[in-house]
């Protein structure tokens, strides 16, 4: 899939989970709105939108229908923006600038950032439980599950804090793939798993979306890490340098960029070997691979 048609489908989905979005973060009338006018700034001001064209490509290899899967999408960018505002928080990377405007405590302030944060990890609960999102309770309870383990201490959060303590300890490689792993590729694979979930997906063809999500993911992440050393600040949207100048363990750090590249490079070969048994509706899930690894922001 070229790049152009990469970029007008995340274009479109952009769109499509904005329109989930709005409605559901109308602003009330009381004085508890400007907690909401915080979670719209920070989960309708952009972002590439990766992990909702996940899900819509996922679920349409199993023919899910397009508006549970946004519902499934919003939701994971529900859980992902309060990542990036609690991530920014001074208390945590203390970053000023995201997607190219003021971090979320910048444009508020820190108790506001807090609160949208937490309201929004919520959120997505709220939405994956309502009957919108699929008929069948079993399904809503399993999207709800599989959420819970990708975002919590078995994930994100859990990643979140080995990283936040890597000084302390002597991260070897494996050790530092176990964090990226469960920092940024468990949502990552939650993205990909949702549309088998909706889709009632054979026990193959979820172990095989399984393996492409995981180097997915890993990829996605040496990619991260090569546009902090590599990146441009206007292109990227935020500060680069900062994991090289805190002296953070990254995969870029211990193995060095050349290396970096070219395990960026196997993981995303790797990836799309995963997607063999797959036909050509799978070209969309091959052409974000090439995206997340040579993308420019
Ligand atoms: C605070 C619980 C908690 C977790 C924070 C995800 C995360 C953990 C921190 C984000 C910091 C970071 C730069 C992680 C590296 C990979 C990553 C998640 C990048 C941001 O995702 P993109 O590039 O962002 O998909 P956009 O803005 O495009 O949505």
Known sequence: MANDALIAALKATNVAVERVLDPILAVPEGYEAQVVQAMRYSVLGGGKRLRPLLVLASGELFDVERSHALRAAAAIECVHCYSLIHDDLPAMDDDDMRRGQPTTHKAFDEATAILAGDALLTLAFEILSHPST?????????????????????????????????????????????????????????????????????????????????????????????????????????????????????????MGLERARQQAQMLSDQAIEHLQAFDTRADLLRGIVHFAVNRTH
């Open 134 to 254: 699929h008929p069948d309770p079993n399904v809503r309870l399993e999207l709800i599950t599989a959420l819970t383990k990708a975002s919590g201490h078995h994930g994100m959060v859990g990643g979140q804090m080995i990283d936040l303590t890597a000084h302390d300890h002597d991260l070897d490689e494996n050790a530092i793939y176990r964090m990226q792993q469960m920092k940024t590729g468990d949502l990552i694979a939650f993205s990909v798993e949702a549309g088998a979930i909706l889709g009632h997906a054979s026990k193959d063809a979820r172990q095989s979306l399984h393996g492409y999500a995981r180097d997915l993911g890993l990829a996605f992440q040496i990619a991260d890490d090569l546009l902090d050393v590599e990146g441009d600040v206007e292109d990227v949207g935020k500060a680069t340098g900062k994991d090289q100048n805190a002296g953070k363990a990254t995969l870029v750090s211990l």
